[in-house]
């Protein structure tokens, strides 16, 4: 009898050494910023009304990235909206004729970190008079 306990915990021992791990999840890679330029004036806004433009922001693919959010910061109000882009573009709507800094974290599978990019800074253009 003891001689079949053995080889049946064995048996157990053999399944349980085979059976296959969970993969670990990859950490996403760093995007790299490309528009608007930084420290440079923004002309490239589509005017929305007196006030407020919208922008295009753009930045190279991360790999192992399965979304961003983008980090938009007002320098003069000091507030900071964030926005989820699915792609390595988004368009945002601003307030015209302000400083502004951006970053981009790119973010993976679960149980990962977000990877966030350098800081760039860029004023947004009024209308011209």
Do not use: H, R
């Amino acid at each position: 009898m003891k001689k079949i306990k053995l080889l049946f915990g064995g048996f157990i021992l053999l399944l349980s050494s085979c059976a296959p791990e969970d993969p670990i999840p990859v950490e996403p890679g760093i995007a790299s910023l490309l528009s608007p330029a930084n420290n440079e004036t923004c002309l490239d806004g589509v005017s929305l009304n007196d006030t407020q433009s919208n922008v295009s922001f753009s930045w190279s693919a991360a790999t192992d990235a399965v979304s961003y959010e983008v980090v938009v910061s007002n320098l003069l109000t000091q507030s900071s909206q964030s926005y989820t882009a699915e792609t390595n573009q988004t368009t945002i709507a601003l307030a015209k004729a302000e400083p502004y800094s951006w970053i981009v974290k790119s973010i993976g599978e679960p149980g990962t970190n977000a990877a966030e990019s350098e800081s760039w800074k860029f004023y947004l253009a009024g209308d011209a008079v």
